[in-house]
């Protein structure tokens, strides 16, 4: 049947979102762990693989097949990762990604009541792919447990970076969590950018972001709009809750956003900083915006941003501007 995907990966949306909403009622130290518990996953097993991860049939469930590339010892290979087991929380974070979007595969997999149905998942192998990766990203961050921690201070880095250690995520994983459908209408009241700016061979750019607000949208993404480097086009067969948001800034110069003459400098100097700007937005007028930062890593160097507007729109005070 032509619409089978579209059935299934509703199906998979909504089992994801069910068994979130329940993990998340519990306050679970790891959401993740709890769902591989739900979804009867016995344990992580290493393997040399020429993919990153994969599923495995066992007596009682299934185990996540992990590639041995990256492990430190043979013993630490050999060690049970069942959900139960205290080893769990030495997964590293990327471990984790691979995990759950393992545990995406096998939730597909219910959906589509257990049958693989070979023609169905191998004619959309790649919107799977994409789609299991956004379920994979709501497994890590349950909406009720991120919006609670969040508590609407999207724009306090440090906060950003403390839940991106609790929940053991990358940053990135963290932001493009937000692109996802069922976050639309969240932090509603605040108008700000929160970006991961990453150095890509000696230039600082916008590897992911988020935007919320009419003048953060306003001014930091629809004039870039023409140069967007492109769509995504993976998920196009998946149902509508999988359509997420990109913005056109990403990829781009940090420096396109026009803040600062002195913002790279700054991210590439200190380790953290807070100050107040007013940037051009418009002819004769402006916005002012309170920027912040907090360094993640310095080689190759990774800087948590966020942009807040502090004041909307009003006449430019300054003749000069950066
Ligand atoms: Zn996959």
């Known amino acids: 049947m032509e619409n089978d995907i579209e059935k299934i990966s509703a199906t998979a949306w909504q089992k994801t979102e069910q068994l979130t909403a329940a993990i998340a009622k519990t306050s679970p130290e790891d959401p993740l762990r709890e769902a591989a518990k739900k979804l009867n996953i016995t344990g992580i097993r290493f393997v040399p693989l020429f993919c990153s991860a994969g599923l495995a049939k066992t007596g009682s469930g299934f185990e996540v097949v992990l590639n041995l590339d990256g492990v430190r010892g043979t013993s630490e290979a050999s060690s049970n990762f069942e959900p139960g087991s205290e080893k769990w929380f030495t997964l590293t974070n990327r471990m984790r990604f691979s995990v759950a979007h393992e545990l995406a595969h096998l939730i597909f997999l219910e959906a589509a009541d257990g049958d693989w149905r070979e023609g169905v998942f191998d004619t959309n192998l790649k919107s799977i792919e994409g789609g299991c990766s956004s379920l994979a990203r709501i497994l890590l961050l349950p909406k009720q447990m991120l919006l609670k921690a969040v508590d609407e201070q999207l724009f306090d880095v440090n906060l950003l970076n ?20 069922d976050m639309t209408g969240a932090f509603a009241g605040l108008d700000c950018v929160v970006a991961l700016v990453q150095d890509n061979e000696g230039i600082l750019i916008i590897k992911t972001c988020h935007i919320m607000g009419g003048d953060s949208k306003g001014r930091f993404d629809t004039p870039y709009e023409k140069v967007r480097v492109k769509k995504p086009k993976d998920h196009s067969s998946l149902s509508k809750h999988f359509r997420q948001l990109a913005w056109a800034i990403e990829g781009l110069p940090v420096a396109k956003l026009g803040i600062d003459d002195e913002l790279e400098s700054k991210l590439r100097r200190d380790e953290k900083g807070k100050w107040e700007r007013e940037v051009p937005f418009g002819k004769d007028t402006a916005i002012t915006c309170e920027i912040r930062f907090l360094r993640r890593r310095s080689s190759p160097l990774s800087v948590l941003l966020s942009i807040l507007v502090t004041r909307h729109t009003h006449a430019r005070t300054h003749q000069k501007l950066v």
């Open 162 to 181: 403390e839940i991106c250690s609790r929940f053991r995520v990358s940053p990135e994983v963290f932001i493009r969590r937000l692109h996802l459908s």
